[in-house]
């Protein structure tokens, strides 16, 4: 299994434009999830879906972020407009079922100048 | 200048001690929980589960345990290698249907 995947890997964007990071879940889970890493919060969870469906936006920053999966294979983040404080590592994750084990793509790492 | 952001707790052993890192959980109803490694650049990986019908599960050089009593998680690593430098998340779930709850992490620094 090529594992989550995640595109773009980096991201250099301005002030203002807009981002959108893209995500492929393992084939078969039913779960995925958003988190955002930095260094002064940690791993924070933005958002999950199970079965394309979102179950908790909790996480989600501000009205400027939203995600969709409009089928089982795809997911995406899109923050409009981007902020300098947006910059982050965003890691996708997907799992057979919530709760049970998730598994990490590589992350896109965004700097928002 | 005193650097800002989280203040991970940090372990460092040298090359071929054993290493155990622990993890205290809150919620008395969690029943499944997992460790991740976190190499510098890379995603979450999982490492090994264990469930709360268990005490003890072990893997390839770590073993997980868990205390429900006192509702501590600890990941031992054997003879740990620069390789297993890295930060470690314990992560638990205590409601089926629900997102597993990660907690802050451990930097592991292991010197040759």
């Known amino acids: 299994d090529a594992g989550v995947i995640q595109s773009p890997r980096h991201e250099v964007t301005e002030m203002g434009q807009e981002v959108t990071l893209r995500c492929k879940p393992i084939?078969?889970?039913?779960?995925l999830f958003w988190y955002r890493q930095t260094m002064m919060r940690g791993l924070e969870l933005l958002i999950y879906f199970n079965n394309n469906v979102p179950i908790d936006d909790s996480g989600m920053p501000e009205d400027r972020f939203s995600a969709k999966m409009p089928n089982a294979s795809f997911s995406t983040l899109k923050i409009q407009p981007s902020e300098p404080r947006d910059s982050a590592v965003y890691f996708c994750a997907s799992s057979l079922i919530s709760g049970e084990t998730q598994y990490f793509g590589p992350g896109t790492r965004l700097l928002v100048l | 200048g005193e650097s800002v952001g989280l203040h991970l707790p940090t372990l460092s052993v040298q090359e071929g001690d054993n290493s155990i890192i622990n993890c205290a959980y809150s919620?008395?109803?969690?029943?499944?929980f997992i460790w991740y490694k976190q190499e510098s650049g890379k995603g979450p990986q999982f490492i090994i589960d264990i469930r709360s019908n268990m005490d003890k599960r072990q893997g390839q050089r770590v073993t997980v345990l868990l205390n429900k009593t006192v509702k501590h998680l600890s990941l031992q690593i054997a003879a740990t290698q620069p390789g297993d430098s890295a930060v470690y998340f314990c992560?638990?779930?205590?409601?089926?249907?629900?997102?597993?709850?990660f907690g802050k992490g451990t930097t592991l620094s292991v010197s040759s």
């Open positions: 992560a638990e779930n205590h409601q089926a249907g629900t997102a597993l709850i």
């Open positions: 084939s078969g889970h039913n779960s």
């Open positions: 919620n008395s109803a969690s029943d499944y």
